[in-house]
């Protein structure tokens, strides 16, 4: 349904609007200033800081603009005498207490105070008093300090845990002046998105333990790029300051992410970065290889046509971007090889049966419009958490009735309509989707527009039937969602052919004899067990990004690069192509993961080297529903910090 559009006048300029929207958004939408601290577009509005105050005509007192809800022919101005000097007046209340400690404070740089009070012009204070003093510096969580001195109790902090998280674990106490943000019960954080509160907080009241005291914004140099931990694909900003990554922050994008992160992405860098890396590619004695990449690739280019035709394989990950993946396809091609990847042959027919009937929703157009949504088989917070974020918050806005279908807690117990308990076994959720084909599922008589997300660990070679006919047979009105496990499993999927099969084959295929060399991308299941059978073949050869990752006894080790190292495209679990840009560089030069199976194509195709964006041209040419060129693809370039005009001056 589209949104009625209405014209108001801004400080003497007439503008277009949605219906019903609040002026202050609006206002900052068209790029007037409006210092504000209570309101957040993914949150709501609050109208309790009263420093968003502007003139309307026709009303007598001074309005909060997040309150004042736009229809046609509304005037509003925001830059009146009248209306600044009201703004001093609440921000002198907001200082009269606030600590002097801009200089080590960490939201130095980029705090939406520091910039109002340099708006107001207020050098000085008329308090004569001692400031009221409260704790500092306490930890309240494994990735969060809470500093309550700094709090303007603008309440962003409670309203997204209790609105977005489902969970009340940061409140009130006190009145007046003595009034305080804290702990119920002293009781730690657990939700798994705690890293959104220093981003959300106007002061420095929250801020991050990874990040403090680590540098100043002004110091460092941000790059536009996904988050690789799931696979919505989140879009990111990552800040570095000598190729060293200190901190990762969500840009604004309503087709992914919306405004947050969570915890596990946010703080993932630690874990991918600083780790006991492999860099630089290392031989079966342990002696890391010196020489050129040309040299390299030559060297295992020779060992590579050594063997018996159609007897090498490749066995992938789904960390592996679009034009890694491109390149590795074109590598068995040439080798008459095949290539074995994480997804499962089921779960390739099942995603081929969807895209085949029209029934696949279109994210998140088909979501917002739903009146019924089914989750089925998933646990967000645990699988794609941000996703639960948007729900919840989708919960909160408009009349929507949330089924959960599957085993044990899947979370939302506080708003979901109902829950059908199905146990994990195939033959269960098999028996599921036949009741859905007869119709006797009453629960969802009445759903008219339904949005039904399914986990792709209900989809089995005995569940791949059932899915695939209630994808046909289902009423007028459903849509339907795979919840991929994987940063890239969709891309694998998009660039399925006859030389792809299920990594679930390869063993069966080493036990017949008829592999004799492997290149295995990523970590081993069951190391042990698979070093028996890599021991008798002519080369085995493992990319992995860590030396805890690595198999005794293989020819080579070769160094895999993070999604914070790579450039290319990821393709999102709802089809929406990512792009991936290079934030830091671990692995040495010429052999970061896109760079070394680029070499070793064509140095067995004999092709010349292509360019990023040659390769993904060719992707494209292949998949018609991919954007043409890089340049193509939308992305947003906004964060929450630009909107609220909280960048460094």
Request: with cysteine; aromatic share 8%.
């Amino acid at each position: 349904m589209t949104e009625k559009m209405v014209k108001l006048t801004l400080n003497g300029r007439e503008v277009q609007a949605p219906e019903g929207e609040n002026v202050l958004q609006v206002a900052l939408n068209e790029g007037i200033d409006i210092p504000h601290f209570c309101y957040h577009p993914g949150i709501g509005v609050e109208g309790s800081c009263r420093l968003c105050l502007v003139e309307v005509e026709g009303l007598r007192n001074l309005q909060p603009s997040c309150n004042v809800v736009v229809k046609e022919g509304l005037v509003v101005r925001t830059n009146t005498p009248e209306v600044e000097e009201a703004r001093r007046g609440v921000m002198e209340f907001f200082l009269l207490n606030h600590p002097l400690d801009c200089p080590i404070c960490d939201k130095g740089g980029e705090c939406p105070l520091q910039n109002f009070a340099l708006d107001s012009g207020q050098s000085n204070s008329r308090m004569e008093f001692e400031k009221v003093h409260k704790d500092k510096h306490q930890v309240i969580s494994d990735h969060i300090m809470l500093d309550k001195e700094r709090c303007v109790l603008c309440n962003r902090c409670v309203r997204f845990l209790r609105n977005l998280t489902g969970r009340e674990e940061l409140q009130f106490r006190n009145r007046g002046v003595v009034t305080e943000i804290f702990v119920p019960e002293g009781k730690p954080l657990t939700n798994g998105f705690t890293g959104n509160l220093p981003d959300i907080c106007p002061v420095g009241a929250l801020t991050s333990r990874e990040f403090r005291f680590q540098a100043r914004p002004w110091e460092l140099k941000t790059v536009d790029t996904i988050c690789g931990e799931c696979s919505l694909g989140c879009s990111v900003q990552t800040w570095t300051k000598k190729l060293n990554v200190l901190r990762m922050t969500p840009r604004v994008e309503g087709g992914v992410n919306e405004w947050w992160l969570c915890d596990r992405g946010r703080f993932s860098i630690k874990k991918n970065l600083k780790g006991n890396r492999l860099t630089e590619p290392r031989r079966t004695s342990g002696e890391s290889y010196t020489g050129s990449l040309e040299e390299y690739v030559e060297t295992l280019k020779e060992e590579i046509q050594k063997l018996s035709d159609g007897s090498f394989v490749i066995a992938a990950d789904s960390t592996l971007t679009n034009e890694e993946i491109y390149a590795l396809h074109q590598m068995v091609d040439v080798t008459s090889g095949r290539l074995f990847v994480q997804p499962k042959e089921a779960l390739h027919q099942v995603y081929a049966s969807l895209k085949a009937s029209d029934r696949e929703a279109h994210f998140p157009k088909d979501l917002d419009h739903a009146d019924t949504v089914i989750l089925a088989g998933e646990n967000l917070e645990k699988d794609h958490p941000v996703l639960l974020l948007r729900l919840r918050r989708m919960l909160a806005a408009k009349q929507i009735d949330l089924f959960t279908v599957g085993s044990g807690s899947l979370g939302f117990e506080d708003v979901r309509k109902g829950h059908i308990e199905v146990s994990d076994s195939p033959a269960d959720i098999q028996k599921f989707f036949k009741k859905l084909q007869s119709k006797s599922h009453e629960a969802f008589s009445e759903a008219r527009k339904v949005h039904m997300l399914i986990s792709d660990q209900w989809v089995s070679s005995e569940t791949e039937s059932g899915i695939r006919n209630w994808f046909k047979s289902c009423p007028e009105g459903w849509k339907f969602s795979l919840l991929l496990s994987g940063a890239n499993t969709r891309g694998m999927l998009d660039q399925w052919d006859d030389k792809t099969f299920s990594d679930t084959l390869l063993e069966k295929e080493i036990q017949q004899g008829r592999v004799d060399g492997i290149l295995w991308i990523g970590s081993v299941n069951e190391p042990e067990k698979y070093a028996e059978y890599f021991k008798g073949m002519k080369l085995f050869a493992q990319m992995a990004t860590e030396d805890e990752n690595c198999v005794e006894g293989a020819h080579w080790h070769i160094p895999l690069d993070t999604f914070l190292e790579k450039k290319g495209t990821y393709t999102n679990t709802f089809g929406r192509l990512r792009r991936l840009r290079r934030s830091t560089r671990v692995v040495r030069k010429g052999f970061q993961t896109l760079e070394f199976l680029s070499a070793l194509t064509n140095a067995l195709t004999g092709n010349k080297k292509l360019e990023l964006s040659q390769m993904y041209e060719n992707v494209s040419n292949q998949l018609p529903l991919y954007p043409k060129r890089l340049e193509e693809i939308p992305e947003s370039k906004e964060t929450y910090a630009y909107l609220e005009r909280a960048q460094w001056r």
